[in-house]
């Protein structure tokens, strides 16, 4: 399969939307919608006790806050995804991690945009306070790791399913 | 938080892009672009021995076919998202299942975009087939449930990794 063509028809704050022309090795060719996304990182936060996770209001879907994963977009020039996610922890959290252990990158919609999303294990933990960025809304939620499975439950969102499960199988 | 603007800047198959102007109680205002997105459900298929997953080719992210769920758009008018659950399951691994039960359902990135995702579990699965959506490319992968922790690792996209890490936490 290789792009043989490509427009970009919007640009915004949050990516870009393209129209790509795919030619398939048999020779048949498809256009596909892509929304180009700079990508993104969660952080599965805690000292062997608690969980530290955040709240905070999600204006494209119609809910009241979500409980998720500290989290952030690559959207700072030159920073690799685990700057990324200790900037986020500090930012959101208040806290540095000693110990940094990447768990897994994943699509978050394969479908229709190239989103990756990667997801780490911040232990030894220690208080560090950065600013916040302006406009974020974030309410810290301590949540004891020995009720991991009422946090799963009332998650609503990929990354943090997807961290938490992975933690509850593969980390404890 | 209340949403007091909204303007459609793109419109295409996959979706639309809007940017939404909100007021949040203390009378701040903030504008949010978000992809409107129809919502997607995905299926953990299973006769109790075996998975049934698919891999196909994802033309927005730049990687050979990924390993993933049967899966599919909420885009049939008046089909409800079980309903759609059956269709995909047919037309992808062309089996049907008596047994269907809803696992969770969740936001694919809601910093960015109203995607919900419904995962289900079918069992007591048998054959039926149905036509396939004419630019489909999937082939069906079958996996021994024994090989569970392989399957998750191997996965690369939100969804799948939910529904299977959370068919290990709650349902063996």
Chains 1, 2 share one sequence.
Request: aromatic letters at 6%; a negative charge; proline letters at 5%.
């Amino acid at each position: 399969m290789e792009r043989i063509d490509s427009e970009t028809v919007w640009e915004g704050r949050i990516g870009s939307v393209r129209i790509d022309r795919f030619r398939y090795d048999d020779g048949e060719e498809a256009e596909r919608e892509v929304v180009a996304h700079p990508g993104a990182v969660a952080v599965v936060a805690h000292d062997g006790e608690r969980l530290f996770m955040v709240r905070q209001p999600r204006e494209p879907v119609d809910e009241p806050d979500l409980l998720e994963l500290p989290a952030g977009k690559l959207d700072h020039d030159g920073e690799s995804p685990l700057e990324t996610a200790q900037r986020e922890l500090a930012e959101e959290i208040g806290k540095g991690a000693r110990d940094w252990k990447h768990l897994k990158t994943f699509y978050t919609s394969p479908g229709f945009t190239d989103e990756v999303c990667h997801v780490y294990e911040a232990t030894d933990l220690y208080d560090q306070s950065a600013e916040a960025d302006e406009d974020e809304r974030i309410e810290i939620v301590t949540v004891p790791l020995d009720r991991l499975d009422d946090a799963i439950q009332d998650c609503r969102d990929a990354k943090s399913l997807a961290g938490l499960l992975w933690l509850r199988a593969f980390e404890r």
